[in-house]
Nanobody
Framework: QVQLVESGGGLVQAGGSLRLSCAAS????????MAWYRQAPGKQRELVAH???????RYADSVKGRFTISRDNAKNTVYLQMNSLKPEDTAVYYC??????????????WGQGTQVTVSS
């Protein structure tokens, strides 16, 4: 069982920056693929950024060049550095973990979410 706890959300003006953190406990963090998703009011949850256990990142087109995902396996933590924030980045941001079962599948876990609000 993996538990995920996000922190770092808040209110920021457009053009500002925030860094989200997600601390994981349980399981073997270094083996997990990790990701950040977000969900704005009235919209579906969408992938923002993903990082593999091998440290390969990928991003949604809407955040490329502005957001950076990283991980610190020694601290069991994944980060999302968000720069040049826009009002359309306003959403609840969720941490996600895919923990391999060893049989070609993964257990999937979600954090409780952290609110990011960008004012214009």
């Amino acid at each position: 069982q993996v538990q995920l706890v996000e922190s770092g959300g808040g209110l920021v003006q457009a053009g500002g920056s925030l860094r989200l953190s997600c601390a994981a406990s349980g399981g073997i963090f270094s083996r997990n693929d990790m990701a950040w998703y977000r969900q704005a009011p009235g919209k579906q949850r969408e992938l923002v950024a993903h990082i593999t256990s091998g440290d390969t990142p990928r991003y949604a087109d809407s955040v490329k060049g502005r957001f950076t995902i990283s991980r610190d396996n020694a601290k069991n933590t994944v980060y999302l550095q968000m720069n040049s924030l826009k009002p359309e980045d306003t959403a609840v941001y969720y941490c996600y973990a895919a923990a391999p079962t060893g049989f070609g599948t993964s257990f999937r876990y979600w954090g409780q979410g952290t609110q990011v609000t960008v004012s214009s």
